[in-house]
């Protein structure tokens, strides 16, 4: 029962949330600012630890994808199947994670902040409306900032794959990228990258919720950041479940 | 004017005002002390609308302000100033952007937003201070950089919620100075609420006590050491020399 009350008060807040945005949007000519810095923020700020991530997990999906298919597959093939894997799965699922880790929990702490020492009450006193101000220039600047980043990361897998596909399996640069451009399909990215739109909506929503919800001094925060954390995980690894059976099913 | 009606308020079942009324005139400045716990604080949460109540209303001017949709809510608090216990400083902007912020919200243009800034930083003696962020600052500047913030949209009401609180002696009496200073210069109607019985002689034309969810005492700062109520004395102990 008290689950279902849990869950039945999470569909309320998250529809309330959604619809004072959607209502912020009649004055988004006050928000270019404020989106340009958030894309700043989300995206450059992020960017060094999504290319260390995506060039290792290249590097890693290069050697495990020789491992598995090296004794029916020829290597010839290998670009085909890494770039298939970092473009559909690993370059979304992975760019959302780390951001999650990174900009989820810093949105959440950062508004759970403000929550606490007043800062969001003072906005609603000098009426200025919080979830204009706060919480949708950070969801639009994420929906945007975390496909680019995914793009990014994408090519630099791509580089790390194909320089240990060079240095531990002998595949050269011209076949490797030969191989990527054999197989490659337009559903491939696009798919990718829409899975990645989804994600960068899903992370900053999730991140100024539980922050802009946040109550209880410097623990309320913690718990907060933590919960958002967790739920942004959960939220891209189910998401990514259905928009892959839509997309690629 | 302000008029509180009746005003009932619970939070989990725990009642914190019970059938509170009050009435504030223009121009004037009233003192709400009442113990930690008193609702001082939820009281003033319901005259700016942060919070509703479960019976009761609040009229400022002619507006029922728990009747109120957003947009209209919104237009009634900007005839506000509010000065939080902690300031509440958006402590990624300077100064000067912290100032300027609510009326660039409202699409002042800069060169008034610069000198109405400049206007409101030299009331509370803080000219110079512009570019500094709130952390390197220190709490009593941090507290008049609050004051300055609530009076550059230039209110008809101002609400100080313990604004001496945490401040040693002479910082808490720089920011009496400047309560009573700006109530000679500007003649707001201000709502001072505190447990600070010496802030609230100095500044307040009267003293209102809150306890158990309602008025117990409300009186002019003048009548107040001839009133006989033992909660009020035990307030007014706390300012009183001890001798052996």
């Known amino acids: ?249 | 004017m302000i008029r509180i009606e009746n005003l009932y308020k619970a939070f989990e079942g725990k009642p914190v005002l019970q059938g509170l009324s009050l009435e504030i005139a223009d121009g004037e400045t009233v003192a709400v002390l009442g113990k930690s716990g008193s609702g001082k604080t939820v009281l003033l949460k319901h005259i700016v609308g942060l919070l509703k109540p479960d019976r009761g209303t609040v009229w400022v001017d002619r507006y029922e302000v728990p009747r109120l949709k957003r947009r209209a809510l919104y237009e009634l608090r900007r005839r506000f100033g509010f000065v939080f216990q902690a300031a509440a400083l958006f402590d990624s902007l300077t100064v000067y952007e912290n100032l300027a912020l609510p009326l660039r919200d409202r699409g002042v243009p800069e060169p008034e937003i610069r000198r109405r800034v400049q206007e409101a930083l030299r009331r509370v003696g803080l000219e110079g201070s512009e570019n500094l962020y709130p952390s390197e600052i220190s709490g009593g500047m941090q507290k008049r950089v609050g004051v300055a913030r609530a009076l550059v949209t230039e209110p008809r009401y101002l609400f100080y919620d313990e604004p001496t609180t945490g401040l040693d002696p002479v910082t808490a009496d720089r920011i009496n100075d400047l309560m009573i200073r700006l109530k000679q210069e500007l003649g707001i109607t201000a709502v001072l609420v505190t447990h600070d019985m010496r802030s609230a002689l100095r500044v307040a034309d009267r003293l209102v006590l809150l306890s158990q969810g309602r008025i117990r005492v409300s009186v002019p700062v003048t009548e107040v050491f001839s009133t006989p109520d033992p909660e009020l004395q035990d307030f007014l102990e706390s300012i009183r020399p001890k001798t052996e």
Not at chain 1, 28 to 48: F, M
Not at chain 1, 153 to 164: D, F, H, M, Q, R
């Open chain 1, 1 to 249: 029962m008290q689950g279902l009350l849990n869950f039945l008060y999470h569909v309320g807040a998250f529809s309330r949330l959604l619809f004072y945005m959607l209502r912020g949007l009649r004055e988004i000519r006050k928000l270019p600012g404020l989106i340009v810095q958030s894309i700043a923020h989300i995206g450059l700020g992020s960017l060094p630890l999504v290319a260390v991530a995506s060039v290792f997990t290249g590097m890693v999906a290069s050697v495990q994808t020789a491992y598995q298919v090296r004794d029916y597959v020829p290597l010839d093939f290998l670009g085909a199947g890494v770039a298939k894997a970092i473009m559909v799965e690993l370059g979304p699922v992975l760019t959302a994670l780390v951001v999650a880790g990174r900009v989820g929990a810093g949105i959440a702490a950062e508004l759970g902040t403000m929550r606490v020492t007043e800062q969001i009450d003072a906005l609603e006193l000098m009426a200025i409306d919080p979830v204009r101000f706060l919480v949708l220039p950070r969801v639009i600047a994420g929906t945007i900032a975390i496909p680019l980043l995914t793009v990014i990361a994408e090519v630099v897998a791509l580089i790390g794959s194909a320089v240990i596909s060079y240095l531990v399996v002998q595949v050269s640069f011209a076949t490797f990228f030969h191989g990527v451009q054999l197989f490659f399909l337009p559903k491939d990215l696009w798919g990718g990258l829409l899975k990645s739109v989804v994600f960068g909506f899903l992370i900053t929503f999730l991140g100024c919720f539980y922050g802009f919800h946040a109550e209880g001094g410097a623990v309320g925060v913690g718990r907060a950041t933590t919960r958002a954390v967790v739920a942004s995980a959960l939220a891209v690894l189910m998401f990514d479940y259905i928009l892959g059976s839509l997309i690629y099913g």
